[in-house]
């Protein structure tokens, strides 16, 4: 009996195969992640690179200098002035606007969603705000010209606050903002973990204190990364400062003043008649590199913020 | 002082004809039992009996997520826990917990005791403050010299010594104790258990168990739970006597098949 069984069992050790099998579809799935993933850098390495070359032209045209350029406040193309100050401070104001706006604003929309409101509360609330992130941004501008300057009109005088101002459009880039700024960080604060909420209220704390001493310093990466990545989108926001903010640069740091931002620059410039190779044409491949050298370095602060203040909670 | 004396000194925690629900299901039915003051109090029972949620009841800690309401009374010191005017942010002030996971706040060693006094007004000296409550729970001499770093930095039993020594720092009467050293390796364990029994001199302690050993080692008095075999299936305590009256010679046959491991 004893024997059989030690048989049967050199029996099966020969027939097992440890051998490679193919398998195709595997390898195919690989191969297609493999290429999307590819793909996307590729691109994105395209565009740094045609933004770079025609950016280069710009700058190696006669009377075009980068430190002229970073240190001037006129951009006068026709009498090639290109100081790149009066963009920038108008992109800065509308920025700085909005954010004032969208940053109070969504903290307070996600710490009460995540914190204080009951389940169907959130479920109704959490829908509407998305759909404020889909409207297009040129129901936005509108929005900007023929509700919100009408308001500040009304309010500081007309004589005062000029039809296109970056005020306006500031303050309604921030409510454009709001949804996204209060979506990832509710999804922060929620992906705190119940057992630390649980262990405050057992220490007698209350909801406020569980909420702003707890929660949101444990989910203060997270919340960093969503200010941050707001604060890129108000930098690269085109049409609603393209409608409502004017055009022309202008330096000022008046919020009532019309003032072109660097995107509502580009987009006059390139809808008008342009020929290839002109200085005007050249110099929105330079403008184009400074706002994604803008966002490029947001992005690598936001990524330092979130590595030094990650407060691991497990 | 002029109490309300209708209650009998002797017990901290009563309860009466006390049912628990989630949403409409029943999960805990008809407990009464009374948590005797400077005792440690056991509720053992197989999984899913509702050991947990009857704790969580002691502190209003069920109310926090789920849908979940009560019938019956919970009384502390003769007051109704859940009456309409009490608050339930000053019942945990008084009724402390620890969890079956540590769960030290994202801070420092030193915050973490200091946060939890602070909350609750304290003015006095903080320092002080923070090296009693760590010394009475065993931990100071492991940590005094490095007060400043996260509290996640320590290992799993460190971490349970810190969640009760926060705990303590508040001086709650009362500490609910949810499977402390479930998490912990045996040499942790019977730290916390030692503990325990210090903390019998100025505490109340009610502590959840599915280690039968631990109960009989550590507790004065046990609460068998089980599920009972109507169609509702809920939990609720089945016997609640002396712990040695339990492990020795206990009345329900459910309860000597239980402890003398016949099964669970």
Not at chain 1, 196 to 207: F, Q, S, V
Not at chain 2, 62 to 78: Q, R
Not at chain 2, 229 to 257: A, M, Q, W
Request: charged letters at 20%; a neutral charge; aromatic letters at 10%.
């Amino acid at each position: 009996m004893a024997e059989l069984t030690v048989k049967n069992l050199e029996k099966k050790a020969s027939t097992i195969s440890l051998r490679r099998k193919p398998r195709w579809g595997e390898t195919i799935i690989q191969g297609l992640l493999f290429f999307s993933g590819f793909f996307s850098i590729f691109i994105t390495l395209g565009i740094v690179y045609e933004l770079g070359k025609e950016a280069l032209l710009f700058f190696q045209m006669p009377g075009v200098d980068l430190l002229a350029t970073l240190t001037t406040t006129e951009w006068k193309p026709h009498v090639n002035k290109f100081g790149i100050w009066p963009l920038l401070t108008s992109t800065l104001m509308t920025t700085l606007i909005a954010m004032a706006i969208a940053i109070p604003l969504g903290m307070g929309v996600a710490v009460y969603l995540s914190e204080y409101a009951i389940p169907k509360v959130r479920s109704t609330l959490k829908p509407i705000l998305e759909i404020l992130a889909g409207i297009p941004t040129i129901v936005y501008g509108y929005f900007a010209l023929t509700f919100m300057t009408p308001l500040l009109r009304e309010i500081f005088g007309k004589d005062v606050v000029q039809i296109y101002n970056t005020g306006s459009a500031g303050l309604v880039m921030g409510i454009l903002i709001l949804p996204l700024i209060s979506s990832m960080t509710e999804d922060a604060l929620s992906a705190v973990p119940r057992s630390l909420r649980e262990a405050a209220y057992a220490m007698g704390a209350t909801k406020l204190e569980v909420a702003l001493q707890i929660v949101v310093p444990a989910a203060l990466s997270g919340i960093a990364a969503a200010i941050i990545v707001g604060i890129s989108r108000a930098v690269g926001e085109t049409m609603i400062v393209a409608v409502a903010a004017g055009a022309g640069p202008n330096f000022t740091f008046s919020p009532f003043i019309g003032a072109e931002t660097i995107t509502g620059h580009i987009v006059r410039i390139s809808g008008g008649d342009l020929s290839y190779d002109s200085i005007d044409y050249n110099s929105i491949f330079a403008l184009g590199l400074f706002l994604f050298i803008i966002t490029l370095v947001l992005n690598i602060i936001s990524q330092a913020i979130v590595r030094r203040f990650r407060e691991v909670y497990e | 002082m002029a109490l309300n004396n209708n209650f009998d000194q002797k017990y901290i925690i009563e309860t009466r004809n006390l049912d628990i629900y989630y949403g409409s299901f029943k999960a805990v039915a008809g407990v009464n039992m009374r948590v005797e003051r400077n005792a440690i109090t056991a509720i053992i029972g197989p999984s899913g009996c509702g050991k947990s949620t009857l704790l969580r009841a002691f502190n209003r800690m069920n109310e926090l997520y789920a849908d979940t309401s009560i019938e019956g009374e919970v009384t502390f010191s003769g007051q109704d826990i859940y009456a309409r005017d009490v608050d339930p942010v000053e019942v945990r002030y008084r009724i402390g917990m620890v969890f079956q996971k540590p769960n030290p706040f994202p801070k420092s060693i030193y915050e973490n005791i200091a946060w939890t006094a602070r909350i609750h007004g304290y003015k006095g000296n903080m320092d002080e403050l923070v090296e009693n409550s760590l010394r009475q729970a065993a931990l100071w001499d492991e940590v005094k010299d490095k007060l400043k770093q996260s509290g996640l930095s320590l290992s799993g039993g460190q971490q349970q010594r810190l969640c009760i020594a926060r705990a303590l720092s508040i001086k709650p009467e009362v500490i609910l104790m949810d499977e402390p050293a479930s998490a912990l390796d045996p040499i942790a364990t019977l730290k916390i258990e030692e503990l325990m029994q210090d903390l019998k001199q100025n505490y109340t302690i009610v502590i959840v168990t599915h280690n039968m050993q631990q109960a009989a080692r550590a507790s004065d008095y046990t609460a068998m739970m089980m599920l009972t075999n109507g169609e509702s299936r809920s939990g609720t305590v089945i016997e609640f006597d002396e712990t040695n009256i339990i492990f020795t010679r206990p009345k329900d046959k459910r309860t000597e098949d239980y402890v003398t491991g016949r099964f669970g």
